[in-house]
């Protein structure tokens, strides 16, 4: 299984970037996918999940009306459109499948992508 996320990068307050992660190794279309971030200092913390056809969305509260998840599983990529950053929002973004292999549910993480938002 490997992941790979891109399209952090530096933002000032109010921008936009688009975050994707490319999955391969197991069948993207059968699990649902979550992108998590921390901050330095910080706990690691969920923002945003999609079940494996798209049908079933969650966010943060600290994201939600800002930030949409959305996957296509003919590429097998999940993104995260994130609008209306804040500095606040500055952090490593990381993507996550959690993956049935021989009945027992292992968490695969990307090496996540660096978001910062500043003036």
């Known amino acids: 299984v490997q992941l790979v996320e891109s399209g952090g990068g530096l933002v000032q307050p109010g921008g936009s970037l688009r975050l994707s992660c490319a999955a391969s190794g197991f069948t993207f279309s059968r699990y649902g996918m979550t992108w998590y971030r921390q901050a330095p200092g910080k706990e690691r913390e969920l923002v945003a999940s999609i079940s494996s056809t798209g049908a079933i969305i969650n966010y943060s509260d600290s994201v939600k009306g800002r930030f949409t998840i959305s996957r296509d599983n003919t590429k097998n990529t999940v993104y995260l459109q994130m609008n209306s950053l804040k500095p606040e929002d500055t952090a490593v973004y990381s993507c996550?499948?959690?993956?049935?292999?021989?009945?027992?549910?292992?968490?695969?993480w990307g090496q996540g992508t660096q978001v910062t938002v500043s003036s």
């Open positions: 996550r499948a959690r993956v049935l292999v021989t009945s027992t549910l292992y968490d695969y």
